[in-house]
């Protein structure tokens, strides 16, 4: 992509220099300066086009794209070649990507100021992605066109200006130090040409070279992705801007702007602390409680917590589910798309004056927990539940006093399970709670027996019970100071051979019920029985009818006595049995 001789076009087109010369090029109009040059005073270095895209690019890869290399080398051995290669080949296809999206606006005239703006874009970009650990997705920017651009100027503080200045700063005297060379235009046009099919092809053959570990990767972490800067934010602004001129409009529609606490929290003397656990691939078919043949949820049953043994999931993928469980529409009137860009119940709670905390030891927030803060467990392992960034679920309790320490007032606690995600069952509990044998100890199901399966399965429900008895217990030591319950849901089920089927996400009109019936789990303290004036016998008997995720934005709305116009009381699972 680079010229191999030291001279450069316009020193040989110069007039005087080349007098052979008929038309100038359409790239090369006469300059007012054009005098003939003087060889005597040293020029600044100068550079093609293309070969300013391809530093651009390789500076973005190296330089701005620490979250992203993170992500894909997690669990890598550097001693593996695999892992070199891997490694390589990404840096390969991170190079080609950026250089795909800018050479192709790179003209002598736009170079500079162009890539001046895409060096600030992105130095600001990686600033946000690395204080906070945020996907720059097209959500995301959306968001940021909407309501962020003005909230995030108290944000522009010294950190951010002297990463700015380091990122961008430095780069940019460099960039505008070249000169660039110029080329007549249909050359300039095959150069140009040329590159960027010789980067597509370089792109191209490193994807494909580590096609069946990046597919691994990309079905695991899709949001992966979004690390990628700056190709994540020129993407997503062009995909949140082209998702109508009524973006910003769009942005997110306000559920329960009304929302506040009911009179009678008056003189209510302690704050709430309510713990949510989503939980992840937990079908009702297989949980002790509900009635399989197995105890997998012996801790639980000890603890005498009310069990709905017939709750419906709104989707069988987390994406659907997840989002949709904390959504005041639901599956009774699904539109994935009202729902992404609606309030959830955390906002609503927010609203009226709950502190909400998300910590994720899943695959984050699927945007429910927009504008409040997220805690990602992995990102702060702890050596004994974490391997690599895989951590047990009982990391999401270890970390709660931190949470509870500095804030006061009412708490609503979201922790994200990775429960019994497969279809690496054997990877969610640790050896104590591999007591169904013999297991399934690898991610290929096809290596194992039905019955591997199953039990691996069974093991992880086990360790997702012992891991709700350990968020109970938490929550029973903290009685001093609050008053506490927990709600537990799964997102969706999953299969385990039944009509030859695995895993879930089958289209929810036709998956089999082990997909779609999940468990669900309430626990109260005395304490918020009592405050709350719930009747927990008649709790126990609401808790066989049916249900699904619908109830939960009511009911937690409702449970927790917070009035909002959005609040649907038919669909409040506690209504019946609270006796005020
Ligand atoms: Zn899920």
Redesign the pocket.
């Known amino acids: 992509m680079t010229s191999s001789t030291g001279l450069n076009h316009s020193d040989l087109n110069s007039p005087g220099l080349n007098p052979s010369r008929s038309q100038p090029s359409r790239l090369d109009p006469p300059s007012p300066h054009a005098t003939p040059r003087t060889f005597n005073r040293p020029l600044p270095p100068s550079l093609s086009g293309e070969t300013l895209a391809l530093l651009a690019s390789i500076f973005f890869a190296l330089t701005c794209n620490q979250g992203f290399w993170a992500a894909v080398l997690a669990g890598q051995s550097a001693a593996s070649r695999g892992t070199w290669v891997f490694a390589l080949a990404m840096l390969v296809a991170l190079v080609g990507i950026h250089f795909l999206l800018v050479a192709p606006f790179i003209t002598h005239w736009t170079a500079k100021p162009l890539l001046s703006i895409l060096l600030v874009a992105t130095a600001c970009a990686t600033y946000y992605m690395d204080s906070f650990s945020i996907y720059l997705d097209p959500g995301m920017l959306r968001n940021f066109f909407a309501t962020e651009l003005k909230e995030s100027r108290d944000l522009l503080v010294w950190h951010m200006a002297l990463h700015v200045a380091f990122y961008a700063g430095l780069p940019i005297a460099l960039l505008w130090a070249v000169r660039l060379k110029r080329r007549p235009a249909a050359r300039a046009f095959g150069i140009r040409a040329a590159s960027l099919l010789g980067a597509l092809a370089m792109t191209g053959g490193a994807i494909a070279l580590v096609y069946q570990d990046l597919s691994s990767l990309m079905r695991n972490q899709k949001e992966v992705r979004y690390l990628i800067t700056p190709a994540n934010f020129l993407y997503s602004s062009v995909r949140a801007l082209a998702s109508g001129q009524h973006a910003v409009a769009q942005a997110r529609m306000e559920v329960g702007g009304d929302a506040r606490l009911a009179d009678a929290w008056r003189g209510r003397k302690k704050p709430v602390l309510f713990v949510m656990v989503v939980g992840?691939?937990a079908r009702a078919a297989s949980w002790g409680l509900s009635g399989y043949e197995r105890q997998t949820t012996p801790q639980l049953e000890r603890l005498n917590v009310v069990n709905f043994s017939n709750v419906s999931s709104c989707g069988t993928?987390?994406e659907t589910?997840?989002p949709c469980m904390f959504a005041a529409v639901g599956r009774r009137d699904y539109d994935e798309d009202r729902i992404r860009h609606s309030d959830s119940l955390l906002q609503v709670l927010q609203r009226a004056g709950f502190q909400v905390i998300w910590r994720d030891n899943?695959t984050g927030c699927k945007g429910v927990c927009a504008g409040l803060p997220e805690e990602r467990v992995d990102r702060h392992p702890i050596p004994e539940l974490c391997e690599e960034d895989v951590c047990l679920d009982e990391v999401l309790v270890r970390g709660m006093d931190g949470v509870l320490k500095d804030r006061k007032g009412n708490l609503f606690v979201v922790l994200h399970q990775m429960?019994s995600?497969g279809p690496a069952y054997f990877n969610r509990y640790p050896p104590a709670f591999r007591r169904f044998t013999p297991t399934c100890d690898t991610a290929d199901l096809r290596a194992c027996s039905r019955q591997e399966i199953v039990n691996t399965y069974d093991n992880s429900l086990l360790y997702t019970d012992h891991f709700l008895a350990r968020a109970v217990a938490l929550l029973a030591s903290k009685q001093a100071e609050y008053a506490t319950a927990l709600l537990y849901v799964s997102?969706?089920g999953e299969s385990l051979g039944e009509s030859g089927l695995y895993l879930?996400g089958i289209p929810y009109a036709i998956a089999p019920k082990v997909q779609k019936e999940v468990p669900m789990v309430m626990w109260f303290s005395p304490e918020f029985l009592t405050s709350f004036h719930l009747d927990e016998r008649c709790l126990r008997q609401q808790a066989g009818r049916p249900a699904s995720h619908d109830n939960v934005f009511h009911s937690v709305l409702g449970m927790l006595e917070v009035e909002a116009s959005a609040r649907e009381p038919s669909l409040d699972l506690s209504r019946p049995c609270r006796t005020r």
């Open positions: 992840e691939t993928d987390t589910s997840v899943s429960g995600h997102d969706h879930h």
